[in-house]
């Protein structure tokens, strides 16, 4: 059974950091397509950030320079280093593993950005 667990959301003034975890189970994690999307209230699902099985990484614009994504292998966990927060960061942030047309998802994780 394939699991992913997202964790390390919360509320946070702006300016300040979080780090969110995706632990993944029945699934080796570097051998997927690993991203970060959010979800804010009343819109479609964003993507944040993905990075692939070479290590490679990619961010969406408006969050370029202020997040990083990241891979232990070791813990089969990908993360989203959050610095720099702002209140349009706020969402459900939820973790997928893509693997040509198979797809996988996280429950989702609470962001929440006070100005």
């Known amino acids: 059974q394939v699991r992913l667990v997202e964790s390390g959301g919360g509320l946070v003034q702006a300016g300040g950091s979080l780090r969110l975890s995706c632990a993944a189970s029945g699934i080796t994690a570097r051998n997927y397509a690993m991203s970060w999307y959010r979800q804010a209230s009343g819109t479609q699902r964003d993507l944040v950030a993905t990075?692939?099985?070479?290590?490679?990484?990619n961010c969406a614009d408006s969050v370029k320079g202020r997040f990083t994504i990241s891979r232990d292998n070791a813990k089969n966990t990908v993360y989203l280093q959050m610095n720099s927060l702002k209140p349009e960061d706020t969402g459900v942030y939820y973790c997928?593993?893509?693997?040509?047309?198979?797809?996988?998802w996280g429950q989702g994780t609470q962001v929440s950005v006070s100005s």
């Open positions: 990075i692939i099985p070479s290590g490679d990484t």
């Open positions: 997928r593993a893509s693997q040509v047309a198979i797809v996988y």
